[in-house]
């Protein structure tokens, strides 16, 4: 990799990476809607501007011989025209660019959620089909962005999907930022049994897994058109995890529950009445979320093991004492 580009380079996985690659004296570029200073100041080069601009892709991508591509429309809850617009059309022109730039190699940033059903998934691999009835827009354009990357994986451009489940860590202004806001309003409740067990993805973690897929399709190419779960290790029981946290960030533990059908129903209504209303925030409960907090969600990483050599380079202890003394630090404020 001489000269490589990262779509998304602001957010908390493309930051990971830049620095990363950086680090390693790679020429590297970041690609977002808004200006980073501090990528500036490491002497990234930032460019401003959309993905969903064709014009401005193409010129972007002019001389990168790797493209990473993490830049999307998260979330749960939003129009599908917007989700479609960022995940799907998006993606299209950045595969679009890669091609008329000669790109080499193209990694994109997927999720597990293109193969969640409705139901436990455990230890499953990357057989699992794709779910035929996707419960968010999210889900379901992530699904047809990852079947476009991995089809325009021919001629010249080798392209690979790394799909890590819950990312976490220091830097991140999203996930646990919110959790602890609801946590500290008292507004969390266990969905279920509260025996779930999840896969989680330390940042460091997810960072070192897409580059070891360019570096595959640099080298060997057996990861050429394929897709990979990455995580820590072993899974753990999301709401002992989530206690964990709490207590060490001084938050009393979630105790109270709430049965999966019932957290289901109010998520149905609640996403009805958002959408009657025209509200734009993201519900308190959707039937996404009920699935996602009271079912377990882990897989397999015997083939991101055999093909990439992945190895979580941070356990799950070690990151987690990492994330309370950032978030200790002062690190954490939340941005939308």
């Known amino acids: 990799m001489n000269k490589v580009m ?26 977002g809607r808004n200006p980073y200073p501090e990528l500036t100041a490491m002497g990234v080069r930032c460019l401003q501007g959309d993905i ?3 014009a401005f892709l193409n010129q972007a991508l002019a001389g990168c011989d790797t493209v990473f591509h993490v830049a999307a429309k998260a979330g749960i809850w939003g129009p599908r025209s917007e989700y479609e617009a960022v995940n799907v059309v998006g993606t299209e022109n950045v595969i679009a660019a890669c091609r008329k730039n000669g790109v080499a190699r193209l990694v994109h940033t997927s999720t597990p959620s ?38 325009a994986n021919a001629g010249g451009l080798r392209t690979a999907a790394i799909r890590p489940h819950l990312v976490w ?28 067990r999840v896969d989680i993805s330390y940042i460091d973690n997810v960072a070192h ?16 058109g394929q897709a990979f779960f ?34 289901y129903v109010v998520g149905g209504v609640m996403e009805a009445a958002y959408a009657a209303f ?5 519900p308190k409960m ?11 969600h882990w897989f397999s990483h015997d083939k991101a093991r055999r093909l990439l050599g992945y190895r979580q380079l941070v356990d799950a202890e070690t990151g987690m004492n990492r994330l309370v003394d950032w978030l200790k630090a002062g690190g954490g404020e939340r941005k939308e």
């Open 278 to 282: 025209g509200k734009t925030e993201e």
């Open 286 to 296: 959707t039937r996404f979320l009920a699935h996602q907090l009271a079912q377990s």
């Open 169 to 196: 860590g220091p830097g991140d202004r999203n996930l646990i930022p919110r959790l602890l806001e609801r946590g500290r309003a008292g507004a969390l409740k266990i969905v279920g049994s509260g025996a779930n």
């Open 52 to 54: 969903c601009d064709p």
């Open 114 to 151: 293109v193969v969640f059903a409705g139901h436990s998934l455990e230890g499953a691999d990357e057989t699992a089909p794709y779910a035929s009835r996707p419960l968010c827009h999210y889900a379901a354009t992530k699904i047809r962005a990852e079947q476009a990357v991995l089809r």
């Open 230 to 263: 990455i995580g820590q290790d072993q899974p753990v029981a999301l709401w002992q995890w989530i206690n964990d946290l709490f207590v060490r960030m001084d938050i009393p533990p979630v105790t109270r529950a709430v049965p999966f059908p019932l957290a």
């Open 6 to 31: 990262v779509t998304g380079g602001g957010g908390f996985i493309g930051k990971a990476l830049v620095r990363e690659l950086a680090g390693r004296g790679v020429e590297t570029l970041a690609l």
């Open 209 to 224: 897994a897409h580059i070891l897929a360019a570096e595959n399709l640099q080298n060997s190419r057996s990861a050429a």
